[in-house]
């Protein structure tokens, strides 16, 4: 079992930034692909960004310029450095992760949120 918390989100400016982190423990040695996801109320679980274990990185074209994540392999962690940071940008981040792939397709972590709110 792989367990991801999440830390780093709050309350900025409009303009300001945050760096949010993603802490996986349990059974890590089978994860690949690590990202971040973001829900604002009433909206569908979008994409914001992901990073595979050799490094490779795709964003969302909302945050494209703006938002970089990166990976620690060696603390086992993901993170999301978010600049510029816009009220468009405010919804819950989920961190998620790619386990051993099964007969129904790969094992899908996720962590249980933080909050992030941009203000105007």
């Known amino acids: 079992q792989v367990q991801l918390v999440e830390s780093g989100g709050g309350l900025v400016q409009a303009g300001g930034s945050l760096r949010l982190s993603c802490a996986a423990s349990?059974?890590?040695?089978?994860?690949?692909?690590m990202g971040w996801y973001r829900q604002a109320p009433g909206k569908q679980r979008d994409l914001v960004a992901t990073?595979?274990?050799?490094?490779?990185?795709d964003y969302a074209d909302s945050v494209e310029g703006r938002f970089t994540i990166s990976r620690d392999n060696a603390k086992n962690t993901v993170y999301l450095q978010m600049n510029s940071l816009k009220p468009e940008d405010t919804a819950v981040y989920y961190c998620?992760?790619?386990?051993?792939?099964?007969?129904?397709?790969?094992?899908?972590?996720w962590g249980q949120g933080t909050q992030v709110t941009v203000s105007s």
């Open positions: 998620n992760a790619q386990g051993r792939t099964t007969d129904w397709g790969p094992v899908i972590y």
């Open positions: 349990g059974s890590i040695f089978r994860l690949n692909a």
């Open positions: 990073i595979t274990s050799g490094g490779s990185t």
